[in-house]
């Protein structure tokens, strides 16, 4: 099977939650340990992008946030660059019930196109994907123009979605509400 590098988005500001998203402790871990657990089964090299060196902590090598005002859009751009594999699973450190069965098939329908994201009744998860590496030209276009929304840079892309049918698995913690839900 051909390399994937994963790679996860930890540069957050995280002000819904009030603190660093990611390290939160979830069901008795950090929240991104939940994301790399079965990310790690799938990809051979991961990467996680984030300005906090906490992070290291977990054994990853960490990537710095170009320019964290641009949120995904920079940050799927400093993993991309630094990714010597053409396929890339991208996800967000606050996506904790991922599993492996579901990255596994984002990776094996990722042959056509230049995203494949998950999506859901609640619509696409642009950062639960796999990202060719030949998207690195948009992205810095779209830097160089200042865009920040992931979704206006994506129209520029051929994406492919799969759909999810467990809306459970593809859901973002972004509030201490969440997190009591």
Request: charged fraction near 25%; include cysteine.
């Amino acid at each position: 099977m051909e390399l994937i590098t994963g790679i996860v988005l930890a540069g957050g500001k995280s002000t819904r939650m009030g603190t660093d998203k990611g390290l939160i402790r979830l069901n008795g871990k950090p929240m991104v340990q939940h994301v790399l657990d079965p990310l790690a089964r799938v990809c051979h090299r991961i990467l996680v992008v984030s300005g906090n060196p906490m992070y290291g902590m977990f054994g990853f090598e960490l990537v710095k946030d170009e320019a964290s005002e641009f949120g995904p859009v920079m940050g799927i751009l400093s993993g991309l660059r630094q990714s010597k594999t053409e396929r890339n699973l991208i996800l967000s450190c606050d996506a904790p019930f991922v599993t492996f069965d579901l990255l596994k098939q984002l990776v094996l329908l990722s042959d056509n196109a230049d995203v494949v994201a998950a999506s859901s009744e609640k619509g696409i998860h642009p950062l639960i994907a796999v990202y060719r590496r030949t998207c690195i030209s948009v992205f810095e276009q779209a830097v160089a123009d200042g865009e920040h929304r992931l979704r206006t840079v994506l129209e520029q892309l051929k994406v492919e979605e799969m759909k999810v049918e467990n809306d459970d698995l593809v859901r973002n913690m972004n509030t201490q509400a969440d997190l009591r839900s």
